[in-house]
């Protein structure tokens, strides 16, 4: 008992505490449910609350007041009766009482919800015989019956004529019946002087302070959403003497109904003081309500889930379409056989990378087995030469891929350097080392504005001899280049001539019969034993070296049908005659002037007309011709003369029988060849 004194908390209690023992002791019952006349919930999980209808409390402690089923009502009510006057005074005044709460209207569609949620004080602990739907599960059977007992505040979500109803989004207070005495559409104004509009079915979680001043008699009604702090100025203030309405004791709780549209009405958390404010909730331990309402839900679920699905699926088709373009466009053919070649392939993708892609502006020329273009090795940055040698058929290719690997080991500084290789489906690709100025053909023909001077020329004939005598003996087989010619020589950087495309050579085994099978080679530039034997040996290249020499010193092509006259058509048999008429140097390149050594000029033009003599076995060897340039022997200019009766020495070829035929000193036949051979050999045996 003595703790009842403080916990009144009047002052005067110490004067008059004899007086107030006695009050007490006669009106205990009445003092003690005064006492008792507050509650918090924060979740109504274990909470002193009654249910009624489809009211239910779920799993995690919310107070679900309906759930989907239509035209249905929920209840829920504090479970014990609450005294808001005292009986035993005359006046019946109805004491001062706050309460707060947080409610969610979740509707299934958006902006189709009903009916809403009522704040409710009634007589009894329920409404017996209540209706759902418009009448929030408030009145019995109709609104102006006189049975009806309540004091309520109304947060409607239908406009409803029949109550009058300002719009489908206010609170209202309701005496009895449905027909507000006050109402006003829902906002909220911020601390910071702002109205803002506010959804009852926004299906966020929202605060509602109910205060009731029993001395001013004014009801107090404030929203706002849970993370705003409770606003200063009430949203409705409504005048109103409960005296005469409030019996004692008297019911606090929640009434909702669902109409037509599923709805589900929530409350989250509670508070009620009798005779003080209300405590305040602890957001923080509410509740969750359920995740996103279902309408937002059911967006994401339609809208956004496919289109999220759509862009993640598009994503990885484009994935995958271009990881497998990317496999198809860098695909190469590799087998077990090639494994032993490994640092001399190249791959694909990097050579692709390289050429940029094989693109027009990087193609450095067409040659007779391909395309090539200049490129830069990705990671190395080295420049190249990538040849496209295109191939149907997968014979032989394996012994030409040997080969070709084994070229790549011969090393000097008169051979392009053949780097490696790449193959694919249908294609070979050949990767040499790039020569700057590019072919020597086009310092002779092209009529260019710089040609080259007879010391770069006499330089790139000995360049040359010496690597065609690298590839005839300078390894351990013999390696025949089928076409030699100016075309083939490429000039690096300092103009020195190396010679190229010999990878496309075949190969002759010293001592082997000679495997070839076709002819190759360039016409005008092929001896004429082959066209009938059609075996190439190592004096076929020196018949096309001599060919070479005479373009080089002449400057013009070994066959030139465009030539004005009939007679240097035929370059070795225009050399000849000027030759035998003793005025060699009458066919020296005219773009050369006088600026050349005569000596030289001369060794090379009667040294291509030797190399030119139609029997084989007649022409010096590639280790002669070397030595005869170099001037490690001199070219006995007596023996030559025995050349000038020689004119079937220099037939080439078919094409070429009929002019050598018509020539008059063809008549001097057999005699001359077996002359001629003489010649060659007095003039060869000092080279040796
Ligand atoms: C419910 O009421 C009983 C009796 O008044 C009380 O002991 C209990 O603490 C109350 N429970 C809650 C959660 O308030
Ligand atoms: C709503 O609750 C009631 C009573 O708990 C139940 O009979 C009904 O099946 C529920 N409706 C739905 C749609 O869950
Ligand atoms: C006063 O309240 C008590 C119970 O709280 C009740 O039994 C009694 O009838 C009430 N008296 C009047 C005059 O209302
Ligand atoms: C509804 O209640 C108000 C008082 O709150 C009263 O003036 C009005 O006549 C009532 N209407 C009906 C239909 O009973
Ligand atoms: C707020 O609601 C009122 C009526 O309910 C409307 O006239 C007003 O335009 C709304 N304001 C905003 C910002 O939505």
């Known amino acids: ?64 007041l309906t759930n989907q089923s239509l035209r249905q009502l929920g209840h829920a009510f504090y479970t014990y009766p609450l005294h808001f006057k005292n009986n035993l005074s005359d006046d019946g005044n109805v004491f001062t009482f706050s309460t707060t709460f947080v409610f969610g209207i979740l509707p299934k569609l958006q902006n189709l919800g009903g009916h809403g949620i009522a704040f409710v004080i009634t007589p009894s602990g329920g409404l017996p015989g209540a209706q759902p739907s418009q009448y929030l599960g408030l009145t019995v059977s109709n609104n102006g019956n006189p049975y009806n007992r309540f004091i309520a505040v109304e947060l409607d979500t239908i406009l409803n004529n029949e109550f009058s109803d300002i719009d489908s989004n206010h609170v209202g207070i309701d005496i009895n019946n449905l027909t507000s005495l006050c109402s006003v559409p829902v906002s909220y104004v911020t ?133 497998v373009r990317r496999k198809i466009k860098f695909a190469e053919v590799v087998e077990d056989w090639e494994l032993e070649y490994g640092p001399h392939r190249f791959k694909y993708r990097d050579l692709y990378i390289a050429t940029k892609g094989f693109k027009e502006k990087e193609l450095l020329g067409i040659g007779g087995f391909g395309r090539v273009y200049r490129g830069v090795l990705p990671t190395s940055k080295i420049q190249v030469a990538v040849k496209r040698v295109s191939h149907e058929s997968r014979q032989g290719l394996r012994e030409f891929i040997a080969e070709i690997v084994s070229m790549g080991r011969l090393r000097h500084r008169n051979l392009v350097q053949l780097l490696g290789y790449c193959r694919r489906q249908r294609e070979l690709l050949l990767v040499y080392d790039y020569m700057p100025h590019g072919s020597l053909d086009k310092f002779l023909f092209d009529q260019p504005k710089v040609t080259l001077n007879w010391s770069q020329r006499f330089g790139v004939i ?71 034997t059609r075996k190439a040996s190592p004096s076929t290249d020196v018949f096309s070296f001599g060919a070479f020499m005479l373009e080089v010193a002449c400057g013009r092509r070994p066959i030139d049908p465009q030539t004005s006259s009939t007679d240097k058509i035929i370059l070795v048999d225009w050399v000849f005659s000027c030759w035998s008429r003793g005025k060699i140097l009458e066919t020296v390149d005219p773009n050369l002037g006088s600026d050349y050594v005569t000596e030289e000029m001369d060794l090379v033009l009667k040294l291509g007309l ?62 001359t060849t077996t002359q001629l051979s003489l010649v060659a050999d007095s003039l060869l045996s000092t080279g040796r």
Not at 22 to 46: H, I, K, Q, V
Not at 655 to 660: S, Y
């Open 191 to 323: 601390n910071g002087g702002n109205r803002k509009n506010l959804s009852l079915i926004s299906g966020k979680p929202t605060q509602v302070w109910v205060e009731y001043n029993g001395l001013e008699k004014r009801m107090d009604i404030t929203l706002a959403p849970i993370d705003v702090p409770k606003p200063n100025i009430p949203l409705l203030s409504c005048s109103l003497n409960l005296s005469p309405i409030m019996q004692d004791p008297m019911y606090v709780g929640f009434s909702s109904s669902t109409g037509s549209f599923v709805t589900n009405h929530y409350v989250l958390g509670w508070s009620f003081k009798m005779n003080g404010p209300a405590k305040d909730l602890t957001i923080s331990q509410l509740p969750k309500l359920p995740r996103l309402g279902p309408r937002e839900h059911s967006k994401f679920l339609t809208v956004g889930l496919p289109i999220i699905g759509l862009i993640l699926a598009s994503a990885l088709i484009s994935v995958v379409l271009s990881i």
């Open 462 to 532: 000995k360049g040359v001899a010496s690597g065609l005598l690298y590839l005839h003996e300078g390894w351990e087989q013999v390696v025949i280049h089928r076409d030699v010619k100016s075309s083939n020589v490429l000039l690096d950087s300092e103009f020195n001539g190396r010679l190229g495309d010999f990878g496309l050579a075949r190969l002759y085994d010293r001592g082997a019969d000679p495997k070839t099978t076709h002819v190759v080679g360039t016409f005008g530039y092929i001896p004429p034993e082959i066209t009938r």
């Open 610 to 671: 030797l190399c030119s003599h139609s029997i084989p076995t007649a022409r010096p060897t590639m280790r002669q011709v070397v030595r005869l340039l170099v001037g490690d022997a001199p070219l006995p200019e007596s023996s030559l003369r025995g050349l000038g009766a020689t004119g079937q020495a220099f037939a080439h070829g078919k094409g070429l029988n009929k002019f050598a035929t018509s020539h008059p000193s063809s008549s001097l036949g057999k005699t």
């Open 1 to 64: 008992m003595p703790t009842m004194f403080v916990k009144l908390g009047l002052p005067l209690h110490d004067l008059f505490r004899p007086f107030l023992f006695l009050f007490m002791s006669c009106a205990c019952r009445s003092w003690a449910a005064l006492e008792d006349a507050g509650f918090t919930y924060n979740g109504f999980r274990g909470a002193n609350i009654s249910l009624d209808g489809i009211a239910q409390i779920t799993p995690n402690g919310l107070l679900m």
